[in-house]
């Protein structure tokens, strides 16, 4: 992007239309939960020229936010957002290395302090003086302590930044932390995933940049546009859930009608997330809607709290705590299940599912199995 220009301006010299920047700036107000009204504030904010400069730092991970955000097969207002932006420092991608590279991160946070945002990716090393993650003959601790503390506000991609991800799960040999635990008291914004969706990135940026603070947050620190809705209750295959069809196994009818991945392991009725609403590549599709059950990469903890990915949870969502997941073949009426999903108050009359049909015109409706269940 040319010194000076402004979002708009990149956008007419990459041929994208002001219909299209407009489309965008709405989306970004979709995406943000804000009135439609917005998109013109957006609108104007992206149109100012103005360049904050961005570091990425990259440390205990497989770069797979940073491939979540290039992956692009065309270029996209969302990546012309990214550009309005001066990108001072990534290793992965910079077209420097070494000393050079080096000195472009201490400039920054020399010359641009209390004025620069950081992104984050990958967990901190904290175990044995940090050795275990080095860039420069740096610890991945020093290096995040000195730049995110002086930076105007940082955003932790992904599950490792976040909670420590994949690295702190089970043996944990390296200490690593979530960044927010391992550099506490900084301006941070989460966004985890496994990876992140570079769309949320771009909500949060755009939202920076329209207002000049973060998203507000819930008690993870997560922006509550993305993080604040249950999967189960944006999902398209809900109404299968609620009238009892499950898929049974991988390839079945159910799979091929899109009935409910529940009894395939879903975890989306403990996922927060907005993946229904946003998707990826290029909002096409989303894992469910593919075919597979969501593994609740965005929650607390998840490759320890929510796996096996393959089995069900112990207590399926819209019923009591009494209902154990091998019971849910003891489905809803469906006329009572929409009801009760629709107030979530009062009680649900469970009748026999017969397990290898996986079809609702299957029930086997014995009223001495009949049971009163409170919904949750
Ligand atoms: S259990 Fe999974 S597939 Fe079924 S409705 Fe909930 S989120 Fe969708
Ligand atoms: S569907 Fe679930 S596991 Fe898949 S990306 Fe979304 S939150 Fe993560």
């Known amino acids: 992007m040319a010194a000076e220009e402004s979002v708009l301006e990149t956008c007419k010299r990459r041929g994208i239309s002001r219909r299209r920047f407009m489309e965008?700036?709405?989306?970004?107000?979709?995406?943000?939960?804000?009135?439609k009204a917005y998109s013109q504030t957006i609108a104007e904010a992206l149109t100012q020229k103005r360049k904050p400069v961005l570091v990425w730092l990259e440390f205990q991970d497989c770069a797979g936010n940073t491939e979540s955000m290039i992956r692009t097969t065309h270029p996209t207002v969302e990546d012309i957002v990214l550009e309005t932006l001066s990108w001072?420092?990534?290793?992965?991608?910079?077209?420097?290395?070494?000393?050079?590279?080096?000195?472009?991160?201490?400039?920054?946070?020399?010359?641009?302090?209390?004025?620069?945002?950081?992104?984050?990716?990958?967990?901190?090393?904290?175990?044995?003086?940090?050795?275990?993650?080095?860039?420069?003959?740096?610890?991945?601790?020093?290096i995040a302590s000195k730049v995110c503390r002086g930076a105007a506000a940082t955003i932790a991609v992904g599950a490792c930044a976040w909670d420590g991800g994949l690295p702190k799960a089970g043996p944990n040999p390296t200490g690593a932390a979530g960044l927010h635990e391992a550099v506490p008291g900084i301006n941070?914004?989460?966004?985890?995933?496994?990876?992140?969706?570079?769309?949320?990135?771009?909500?949060?940026?755009?939202?920076?940049?329209?207002?000049?603070v973060l998203p507000a947050l819930d008690g993870e620190g997560?922006?509550?546009?993305?993080?604040?809705?249950?999967?189960?209750?944006?999902?398209?295959?809900?109404?299968?859930?609620?009238?009892?069809?499950?898929?049974?196994?991988?390839?079945?009818?159910?799979?091929?009608?899109?009935?409910c991945l529940y009894k395939m392991g879903c975890k989306g009725p403990e996922a927060n997330y907005n993946c229904p609403t946003v998707r990826w590549n290029?909002?096409?599709?989303?894992?469910?809607?593919?075919?597979?059950?969501?593994?609740?990469?965005?929650?607390?903890?998840?490759?320890?709290?929510?796996?096996p990915f393959y089995e069900r949870l112990p207590h399926p969502a819209g019923f009591g705590v009494d209902?154990?997941?091998?019971?849910?073949?003891?489905?809803?009426v469906a006329g009572v299940a929409a009801a009760t999903a629709?107030?979530?108050?009062?009680?649900?009359?469970?009748?026999?599912?017969?397990?290898?049909?996986?079809?609702?015109?299957?029930?086997?409706?014995?009223?001495?199995?009949?049971?009163t269940t409170e919904v949750r």
């Not at 990534?90 to 020399?110: F, N, Q, S």
């Open 24 to 35: 965008f700036c709405g989306t970004m107000a979709a995406t943000l939960a804000l009135p």
């Open 88 to 142: 001072e420092y990534h290793e992965t991608i910079m077209a420097g290395y070494g000393k050079h590279a080096e000195a472009a991160l201490e400039r920054v946070v020399r010359e641009e302090k209390g004025k620069y945002l950081v992104v984050v990716e990958g967990s901190i090393p904290t175990a044995d003086d940090g050795v275990y993650c080095t860039i420069g003959g740096r610890t991945a601790m020093d």
């Open 188 to 212: 941070i914004v989460n966004l985890p995933g496994c990876p992140h969706n570079s769309v949320n990135t771009a909500a949060v940026l755009v939202h920076y940049l329209t207002f000049g």
């Open 222 to 259: 997560r922006p509550l546009f993305a993080y604040g809705q249950l999967i189960h209750d944006q999902c398209e295959r809900r109404a299968h859930y609620d009238a009892g069809r499950y898929v049974q196994a991988w390839g079945d009818e159910g799979h091929r009608k899109g009935w």
């Open 282 to 307: 290029g909002a096409t599709s989303w894992p469910v809607k593919s075919g597979h059950g969501c593994i609740a990469c965005a929650s607390p903890r998840f490759w320890d709290t929510k796996s």
């Open 323 to 332: 209902v154990t997941a091998g019971q849910i073949g003891w489905t809803v």
């Open 342 to 371: 629709a107030h979530a108050v009062g009680h649900v009359v469970r009748d026999h599912f017969h397990p290898g049909n996986g079809d609702g015109s299957a029930l086997e409706t014995t009223l001495a199995e009949k049971q």
